[in-house]
């Protein structure tokens, strides 16, 4: 017997596709970006908290490129792209999910032009790439709070010490 591709796939579109698909999501939309290497309960508060600011979420996620670019350490990431992404469509609280190869999300900001711009605590609001713009064109701006105190990086620090 066949079994069908879970639908949360049809979330992960090229940047080139944004525009079409998020003409059809309900608004605010609200934009979020990040590596989300290793899923954890961090993340996924994030962003069930960043979704309740709007109508509909898309999430940025980091290239395999632009992840070592940040300097998390030479094995990272963890989870190529395509895995990354799956797990994150896979969300209830995630829209649609794509991706950018640049240092920041910059331009995916300025062409999806969100009503609601999020990032993690560790972001004071006007350090979040695209803040300036989403403000001037009456959006707004969110640094969520962090209420898990988990990440990634220690997660794996835990990990390597086991062996």
């Given at each position: 017997m066949a079994?069908?591709?879970?639908?949360?796939?049809?979330?992960?579109?090229?940047?080139?596709?944004?525009?079409?698909?998020?003409?059809?999501?309900?608004?605010?939309?609200?934009?979020?970006?990040?590596?989300?290497?290793?899923?954890?309960?961090?993340?996924?508060?994030?962003?069930?908290?960043?979704?309740?600011?709007?109508a509909s979420l898309v999430v940025a996620l980091n290239t395999d490129a632009s992840v070592r670019r940040q300097g998390k350490g030479d094995d990272r990431p963890i989870n190529a792209l395509t895995e990354r992404a799956a797990v994150i469509a896979a969300l209830a609280s995630v829209d649609l999910v794509t991706w950018f190869d640049a240092d920041t999300p910059y331009e995916l900001i300025l062409a999806c032009r969100p009503d609601v711009l999020v990032k993690g605590g560790d972001w004071p609001v006007e350090r979040i790439v695209g803040s300036h713009e989403v403000l001037e064109w009456g959006g707004t701006v969110h640094s969520i709070p962090f209420l898990h105190q988990t990440s990634t990086t220690t997660t794996l620090q835990r990990i390597r010490t086991l062996k």
């Amino acid at each position: 017997m066949a079994y069908p591709l879970p639908t949360f796939e049809d979330k992960c579109i090229p940047p080139d596709e944004l525009a079409a698909r998020i003409a059809a999501l309900p608004r605010p939309l609200v934009f979020t970006n990040g590596c989300f290497d290793i899923l954890h309960r961090g993340h996924v508060t994030y962003l069930a908290q960043a979704r309740a600011l709007g109508a509909s979420l898309v999430v940025a996620l980091n290239t395999d490129a632009s992840v070592r670019r940040q300097g998390k350490g030479d094995d990272r990431p963890i989870n190529a792209l395509t895995e990354r992404a799956a797990v994150i469509a896979a969300l209830a609280s995630v829209d649609l999910v794509t991706w950018f190869d640049a240092d920041t999300p910059y331009e995916l900001i300025l062409a999806c032009r969100p009503d609601v711009l999020v990032k993690g605590g560790d972001w004071p609001v006007e350090r979040i790439v695209g803040s300036h713009e989403v403000l001037e064109w009456g959006g707004t701006v969110h640094s969520i709070p962090f209420l898990h105190q988990t990440s990634t990086t220690t997660t794996l620090q835990r990990i390597r010490t086991l062996k």
